[in-house]
């Protein structure tokens, strides 16, 4: 079975732009969490999205933003983009919402911001 | 403020000599700890949940263990191939909480 998906891989962007960062999620898998990593740093939590609603959020300004579609995949949406945003995005996802289900995280999206 | 800490923050071990990581946390509302392995480039690897004070894990090499205030990785007898990122995280209500990961590397 495949994995959890992401694309693109890598992205360059400019600062002031927007980016739209998509994950596919393991078959069956309701839920889908979003991550910031930079580098030597753990993952920042972003967003949790559970049956197309928010679950949970971190703290990160509106300019970040998330949905989720019928057939459970996610977009991660980031606007007026800034060099501090430059990071790993991550995507995992679980069968469902809460702790007693594992998360299993994509290769993520490397963005730079220059 | 809910947060945790792992130590050491780097790890350099002989093949063969057995260690432990560190995870201790202060979080409001515990509902689950995680351990995962990232390897460079790539995604966190779950390894491991624990839910509560005395729940123990294995696999392979790898045992995790958990009490009221901190949690445990203990690696026996490690391999080259076991060299990776360790990270630790937290469930709270509606949120996950990771640490900054211990870099352990395996000497042949």
């Known amino acids: 079975d495949a994995g959890v998906t992401q694309s693109p891989t890598h992205l360059i962007k400019t600062r002031g732009q927007h980016v739209t960062l998509r994950c596919s999620p393991i078959?069956?898998?309701?839920?889908v969490s979003w991550y910031q990593q930079v580098l030597g740093q753990g993952p920042q939590f972003i967003f949790q999205?559970?049956?197309?609603?928010?679950?949970g959020r971190g703290n990160f300004p509106d300019r970040f933003s998330a949905r989720q579609f019928p057939n459970y995949s996610s977009e991660l949406n980031v606007n007026a983009l800034l060099l501090g945003d430059s990071a790993l995005y991550l995507c995992?996802?679980?069968?469902?919402?809460?702790?007693?289900?594992?998360?299993?995280f994509g290769p993520g999206t490397r963005l730079t911001v220059t | 403020e809910d947060q945790v800490t792992q130590s050491p923050e780097a790890l350099r071990l002989q093949e063969g000599e057995s260690s432990s990581l560190n995870c201790s946390y202060t979080?409001?509302?515990?509902?689950?700890l995680f351990w995962y392995r990232q390897d460079p480039g790539k995604g966190p690897e779950f390894l491991f949940t624990l839910y509560s004070a005395g729940e123990e894990k294995e696999k392979e090499r790898l045992k995790a263990t958990l009490t009221k205030k901190e949690s445990f990785l203990h690696i026996t007898a490690p391999k080259p191939e076991d060299s990776a990122t360790y990270l630790c995280?937290?469930?709270?209500?509606?949120?996950?909480?990771f640490g900054t990961g211990t870099r352990l590397k395996v000497l042949a």
């Open positions: 999205y559970y049956e197309k609603e928010e679950r």
């Open positions: 995992a996802s679980s069968l469902a919402q809460g702790a007693r289900y594992e998360q299993y």
């Open positions: 995280a937290v469930h709270s209500p509606y949120k996950y909480i």
């Open positions: 078959s069956g898998h309701k839920s």
């Open positions: 979080v409001s509302g515990l509902r689950g």
